[in-house]
C-alpha cells in the first residue's frame, strides 16, 4: 500500500486504540522514559521548544492516542538523529506509562523501512491526554546542528 492510499483513522478506530491501550497496566518502574524527535530546521526546533516553554508541559499532539516512549537512550537517540536539529526528551517520574510487550507479543508488527521501525517489545506508550511538565532545557549546538534535551515529569 502507497502512503497516498493509506486510510484514514475514524475516531471510532481512534477509541478502540485508545482503549485497548488503557487496558494495559501502568508501567511501574523508576526508569527514565525517553523520547527522540528531530525537525527539518533550527527555526522549526526552536519555535516548539518556545511553545513548550510557553505552555510549561510535553502533550501528545492533539488527535494522537498516545506517544511512543523508550527505555532506551539509544532507540531514542536514533529517533532524533535524522536531521541535525533534535529534540530529546526525558521523563523522570511518571505514572500512565503503559508496557507494549503483551500487545508486542501477539502482533509482532514488521516494517519495510529500518529507519523508522514499528513498536518494538521495549517500547511504552503515555496516552495523549497525560501532560508531562517541564523542569529543565538543556541547549546544545552541534556542529552542525543543535540537540535541546527537555527533562519532564508527570504530576501525581
Not at 538523529?81 to 507479543?105: E, G, V
Not at 529500518?114 to 497525560?130: D, F
Not at 541547549?139 to 543543535?146: D, I, K, S, T, V
Amino acid at each position: 500500500m502507497k502512503n497516498s492510499e493509506v486510510k484514514k483513522v475514524s475516531q471510532d478506530e481512534k477509541e478502540a486504540l485508545s482503549r485497548v491501550i488503557n487496558r494495559n497496566e501502568c508501567f511501574k518502574s523508576s526508569e527514565f522514559l525517553k523520547r527522540g524527535l528531530c525537525k527539518g530546521s533550527k527555526s522549526e526546533l526552536l519555535s516548539l521548544v518556545d511553545e513548550l516553554e510557553k505552555k510549561g508541559y510535553y502533550q501528545a499532539r492533539p488527535g494522537k492516542v498516545a506517544d511512543s516512549w523508550t527505555l532506551s537512550d539509544r532507540a531514542a537517540d536514533q529517533y532524533a538523529s535524522n536531521t541535525p536539529w533534535q529534540l530529546k526528551l526525558i521523563c523522570t517520574k511518571h505514572t500512565s506509562a503503559r508496557n507494549l510487550a503483551p500487545l508486542y507479543s501477539v502482533v509482532k508488527p514488521q516494517s519495510s523501512n529500518p529507519t523508522k521501525p514499528l513498536s518494538t517489545e521495549a517500547e511504552l506508550l503515555i496516552p495523549g491526554n497525560v501532560r508531562l511538565y517541564i523542569k529543565k532545557i538543556i541547549r546544545e549546538n552541534l556542529n552542525p546542528g543543535m540537540r535541546i534535551t527537555i527533562y519532564c515529569e508527570e504530576e501525581d
